[in-house]
């Protein structure tokens, strides 16, 4: 359903709108970047569409897993595959067949695929050009799938796919070195750097560059691959339309002792007659600032209860677009910024919950780790959210107060350089799946190549294993315990950790577990252990009393998404045909272990029975990221059965 206008360079590749978008703003500014950028369109869709067929096969959507088929390349006669596995996926309803080749089979029912994509029908192939040919089909299948959700997954393709293409051409006009750990090192910030090295998104969602909302020239400027300064605003807002949370000291304290010079710029916004006591500061995005601010908060700007101040101050993008960070030696807090721009798989506003949420849920976090002994060896923790500010305002009706208080929050994260030593170097952990252009090798290899140099004596396998399991046990160490003692789950998924690396030796010193947004607790559970609830947000959907939805979000984040996507990178890396295996077992073994800590344990043994049968079940849940889009459920999950890969014998516990 994409457009089929504006040719490329003939007729068998056209441009979509977001495409030419796109190309018309690189031409007006770089002829080169332009040339790169139709040079890698047929790639940055089979990106998108590689992403969308795994998706069908995975989730099992419109019957994908159940009508597919795995097969040589040489049992099918007239193919253009001519090498390795295909993956055959037949649809019933227009009784054609998408074929694919297969670059790696993974626990979890994955199976990873590249371009370039045909139509079989009889003995006929047809070259697919875009991931809505493919998104067409599905719906034709399942008419239940079409509707208005399923229109907006169509244009969140087409807008995926162009920011995909516009992604990887600038990286390859912008080449790194031949190792990306040495690129990482040589840089002013190396934990900046390894955000803006994250240039393909979310390595299973279909819309991973979705950046709808902005104009090219806006997502070149604003977005973290293309590494430009941001300079974001500073306003006042008057206390009776603002909320403010703060925990071991006052909000406005702890806010203008984090820049220098904001109190005095502050002052000087004021007017004699009016008093700072009366105002809170809040920080807002630069593109939320000239397209929101002055249109739907236009009357507290003229009744000055919103002040802008004369500051501003230079951050970056990191990958996750509205968290923002200062480059070192700026060591000022990361900020959590609304924007209303559709992002992945949603508008990235904030919640009210996020900004009076997160830092309860730090202070929380912050006593476990002090109290429980258990975290005092643990190589892991969490990055502390120590303040947070929305507007409110509340002579609107619900549903206006709810938008205008979700288009203006700040959130402030403490900047993790304060838990990274000398010699030590942090990632966010998505880099580490992030693969050099020059030679296709992820970051996580170029670490464990550093680990075998430091340690000879051990031959291929045994490096990596030890290396991985140092990686797995710190977090897991974290992870677990919170979830069977106290019933939080964290969402320690890629993008929300960060693995700080030994620069010596390329192993892992420690884990920080940072957003706790999207976090689950059993409230239930939180309060046996001691802490409670009351004071959260009333509109709290991480508070539940499933606990289901708890060790869910667990699971998936940490050992599903987070490991899940780390051994796949390293079994593609190192052919060996246990390897995998070998790298689960250590998963296996080490939450196996903790269980053994806690029934010896004051902890409920009924409970810890039952969260054991399902982490060492055969099957497990898993989330289909695709289907909820079809489906239009951001915040209410859908999931299906896979292979579990810890499944193991369970032993009896009395």
């Known amino acids: 359903m994409y457009s089929k206008e504006n040719v490329l360079k003939d007729d068998l590749i056209k441009l979509t709108k977001d495409e030419k978008e796109c190309y018309d703003t690189l031409i007006e500014q770089n ?129 995926s796919a162009a920011h995909m293409i516009m992604a990887m051409s600038y990286q390859q006009l912008n080449r790194r070195p031949h190792s990306l750990i040495e690129y990482i090192e040589s840089q002013a910030d190396p934990y900046l750097t390894s955000e803006q090295l994250v240039t393909e998104g979310h390595p299973l969602h279909p819309g991973a560059k979705l950046r709808k909302g902005m104009t090219t020239n806006e997502t070149i400027q604003y977005a973290s691959e293309y590494g430009h300064p941001i300079e974001l605003k500073f306003i006042l807002v008057h206390q009776d339309i603002v909320r403010v949370q703060g925990v071991h000291q006052a909000y406005s304290n702890t806010v203008f002792d984090m820049f220098q010079g904001l109190l005095e710029s502050a002052e000087q916004a004021l007017t004699d007659k009016e008093n700072l006591d009366d105002y809170q500061v809040m920080i807002v995005h630069p593109w939320q600032y000239h397209h929101v601010m002055h249109k739907d908060y236009s009357n507290a700007l003229a009744s000055r209860r919103i002040i802008p101040i004369d ?158 399991n140092t990686y797995a046990t710190a977090l897991i160490d974290f992870v677990v315990p919170l979830l069977v003692k106290y019933g939080i789950g964290l969402e320690a998924h890629l993008q929300n950790t960060i693995a700080v690396i030994d620069q010596n030796n390329g192993s892992l010193k420690k884990m920080l577990v940072r957003d706790f947004e999207g976090l689950r607790i059993d409230t239930a559970q939180l309060e046996k252990a001691g802490y409670t609830t009351k004071a959260f947000h ?40 246990d390897l995998e295996q070998l790298l689960w077992n250590q998963v296996s073994a080490r939450i196996k272990a903790l269980f053994t800590v806690f029934y010896d344990s004051s902890l409920d043994p009924s409970r810890i029975k039952e969260i054991e049968r399902v982490f060492f079940s055969e099957t497990i849940d898993y989330k289909c990221v695709t289907t909820m889009r079809l489906l239009d459920e951001a915040h209410e999950y859908t999931y299906i059965k896979v292979q579990n890969p810890l499944q193991m014998t369970m032993q009896t516990n009395d």
Request: charged share 20%; hydrophobic share 35%.
């Open 538 to 577: 009333e509109k709290s959907r991480i508070l539940t009393d499933s606990q289901t939805s708890v060790f869910n979000k667990a699971f998936y984040s940490t050992v599903q998404n987070h490991l899940g996507e780390l051994v796949a990178a390293i079994v593609k890396h190192y052919v060996h045909p």
């Open 311 to 468: 500051l501003t101050r230079t951050y970056y993008a990191g990958l996750s677009f509205r968290t923002l960070m200062p480059e070192l030696p700026d060591v000022s807090p990361h900020i959590k910024l609304s924007t209303n721009v559709h992002i992945t798989g949603e508008i990235r506003t904030l919640s009210e919950q996020t900004t009076h949420n997160g830092p309860l849920v730090s202070h929380i976090l912050d006593d476990i780790v002090y109290q429980d002994c258990w975290f005092d060896t643990v190589a892991a923790t969490h990055v502390s959210e120590v303040a947070g500010a929305h507007f409110y305002e509340p002579q609107a009706d619900k549903d206006e107060q709810e938008r205008l208080s979700e288009q203006l929050g700040t959130l402030y994260r403490k900047n993790i350089y304060h838990y990274v030593d000398q010699d030590e170097l942090p990632f966010i952990a998505s880099s580490l799946v992030a693969s050099n252009i020059k030679t296709q090798t992820p970051l996580v290899i170029d670490l464990i190549q550093r680990f075998m140099q430091q340690h000879t004596d051990l031959d291929e396998i045994e490096a990596i294993c030890q290396w991985f």
């Open 31 to 159: 002829e080169e970047w332009a040339n790169a950028f139709l040079n890698h369109v047929q790639i940055g869709r089979d990106k998108i569409t590689a992403r969308l067929v795994s998706s069908i096969y995975r989730e099992n959507l419109v019957q994908g897993f159940d009508h597919a088929r795995i097969m040589g390349a040489h049992q099918m006669t007239h193919s253009p595959i001519h090498s390795g596995e295909v993956l055959t996926i037949h649809f019933t309803y227009t009784d054609q067949t998408i074929c694919t080749q297969i670059t790696g089979r993974h626990a979890f029912n994955r199976i990873d695929v590249q371009g370039p994509f045909y139509w079989k029908k009889g003995n006929a192939y047809e070259r697919i050009a875009h991931p809505n040919d493919v998104l067409d089909i599905i719906i034709q299948e399942d008419k239940a799938l079409g509707g208005e959700a399923a229109e907006q997954f169509q244009d969140d393709l087409e807008n």
